[in-house]
């Protein structure tokens, strides 16, 4: 992986930034700290980070507002930190738009190897097949975007690689530890639900019922994406 990726920290813990900042520079990465949510936005306006670490309880702006404030303009790679465990906070997390959650205390190793995963994927190169088409429906991962009759389709990251993974063999089901592992790059501990969230969210964007496609549910064992066989025009 190349050295040259810029990490933002954004946490009022200064250990925090401490005891990641040196893993960060055994890596070889740059990296710059933010102690406030407002803070936090300035840094990215300066900085242009390639991925933000995001505590979720931060003084002046908290994380999920600066999460909400990053997805309106920006697919930003964004890994949220928090002191809480409760599934509710990661669900919420993911929700926004974050790429990852990390629930305090945490190992800085782990957290260099979510960094890790997470730029891997941006630095790998595109594989054929990203655009997929379908009758009215266009998936891109080129620039992560999801057209309806030619028409952009406001989707978090997740939500466009959780339907482009889907669409990408139409028919066939997937279940959710499947989805988590090609998606969220690793074991999600159990945690599937994320998983009914976001299929739950993508359906609400895309899904009609005079929709040509669908994303149904395979009671007891996942999701498939399927064209209906129904026309739009």
Known sequence: MPRSFHILLCDDDPVVHESLGLYLDAE?????????GTAALEHIETDHPDLVVLDLMMPRMNGADVCREIRRTSN??????TAKGEEIDRVVGLE????????????????IARIKAVLRRIADPVEPGSVLRFEGLEISLDNYQVKIDGQPVPCTPKEVEILHLLAS???QVMDREQILSKVWGY???G????VDTHIKRIR????????????YTVYGV????????RSRH
């Not at 945690?191 to 994320?194: A, E, L, M, S, W």
């Not at 609400?204 to 994303?215: D, F, V």
């Open 191 to 194: 945690d599937t639900r994320t």
């Open 76 to 81: 930003l790679p964004i890994i949220m930190l």
């Open 187 to 189: 074991d999600y501990f």
């Open 204 to 215: 609400q964007k895309i899904c009609t019922e005079e929709s040509p496609w669908g994303l």
């Open 222 to 229: 996942g999701y498939k994406f399927e064209m209906t066989g």
């Open 28 to 36: 070889g990465f740059s990296h710059s700290s933010a102690y406030d």
């Open 169 to 171: 063999h139409p028919g």
């Open 96 to 111: 926004l738009g974050a790429d990852d959650y990390i629930v305090k205390p945490f190992s800085p190793r782990e957290v």
